[in-house]
């Protein structure tokens, strides 16, 4: 297996609507319509291609084009999504934080003392009305806890077992790989290193999934 691994050093994500050569910027588009991700790309009047530009440390350039609505590689989600979804993921995994604030992870005996916090004030506020009875039916039983650890260690679980069975002939991502700072990128279908590559992705994910 070649393990030649890739330090995205710029990442840029445009939009090129159908019957335009104009290209805009993903996160321009999004915050001018005030608009979520998802719901852009769910959105069948925006009719168009997603075009990622990639630049690597060594100089090497790639872009990778694909319809807006092409549905990610194992048929769940949209491509995009799925891959900053990814993304996302593999760093809180691998870093044990909360992505957006670097907040390391939390443990609560109470599992409505930590979807509260998490949550914070406004958004409980909903919950906070609602009986014991009420929040188990919705929320589950308080007693089992949170836990932000073993959270993180199902979704990353999830995106690998979905890999091995639907993406990959072989093997190729695990968690000791990624513990080491390599993962394989079935989109850009390239050994990518992880810390070095922190610095590019961040602005995306950031923009897009919160």
């Known amino acids: 297996m070649n393990l030649n691994i890739y330090n995205i050093k710029t990442l840029v994500v445009k939009y090129r609507a159908r019957d335009s050569k104009q290209e805009i910027s993903l996160i321009e588009l999004l ?10 790309l769910e959105d069948v009047e925006m009719s168009g291609e997603v075009i990622y530009y990639v630049k690597y440390s060594d100089g090497e350039e790639q872009v990778v084009t694909h319809h ?13 999504f799925d891959f900053v979804q990814r993304w996302l993921t593999i760093y809180e995994w691998r870093d044990a934080k909360e992505f957006e604030t670097r907040r390391e992870f939390l443990k609560f005996d109470s599992l409505y003392e930590g979807l509260r916090f998490l949550a914070g004030p406004e958004k409980w506020s909903y919950y906070a009305n609602l009986s014991v009875k009420e929040l188990e039916e919705r929320l589950g039983p308080d007693s089992q806890g949170l836990d932000e650890h073993e959270v993180s260690d199902e979704r990353i679980g999830m995106h690998l077992t979905i890999e091995k069975e639907t993406l990959f002939k072989e093997e190729y991502n695990s968690r000791a790989g990624i513990k080491r700072g390599h993962y394989y990128d079935p ?20 923009r897009t999934m919160y």
């Open 31 to 40: 915050h001018d319509n005030e608009m979520e991700l998802l719901t852009f």
């Open 68 to 80: 807006k609505s092409e549905p990610d590689l194992s048929e769940g989600t949209f491509r995009l």
């Open 187 to 206: 989109y850009l279908e390239r050994w990518i290193n992880i810390p070095q590559s922190y610095r590019a992705l961040r602005p995306l994910i950031l």
